[in-house]
């Protein structure tokens, strides 16, 4: 059974990360410019020592900006606020919600698509001895499953 599979079976050690006091608009880059061919649509924000603190799925990013933009008067207004021509720089911490989302490399995928489909996310950060070793994404759960079934 693909879903009795444990967490590590498919995480992958290669994922986008930032810190809570990376600018929004370099988050946006990095989510825009993937890594390694890869293009989550979810960061990991962690500390430098590897701590996980949350993530920042592309969905909150685009509440964040929908909501700036309904608020402006001056429609030039809430892109100012994006930009570091702006007072106010907007950092990650300021438009993170705080998911009390994690997983360990030992639980089983099955886990992993309650908790993703618990919280609507399409990934999940892996967390072992308190510090972020991977993650695992959803495509590669219906990956293995699709492998057991064709």
Request: with cysteine; net charge negative.
């Amino acid at each position: 059974m693909p879903l009795e599979k444990r967490v590590w079976d498919v995480m992958d050690i290669q994922f986008l990360s930032v810190t809570p006091e990376t600018l929004l608009k370099e988050a946006c880059n990095i989510l825009s410019r993937g890594k390694d061919g890869k293009k989550d649509t979810t960061l990991v924000v962690m500390r430098s020592s590897g701590e996980l603190i949350g993530i920042l799925p592309l969905r909150d990013i685009m509440h964040y900006v929908h909501q700036l933009y309904s608020k402006a008067r001056d429609r030039e207004d809430w892109w100012t606020k994006l930009s570091d021509r702006g007072d106010d720089l907007v950092s990650v911490n300021d438009v993170m919600v705080y998911y009390e989302a994690e997983i360990r490399p030992m639980e089983k995928l099955g886990e992993a698509l309650k908790m993703m489909e618990d919280y609507g996310l399409d990934l999940l950060p892996v967390v072992d001895a308190g510090k972020v070793i991977g993650v695992v994404r959803g495509v590669d759960i219906l990956g293995e499953i699709y492998r057991k079934i064709r």
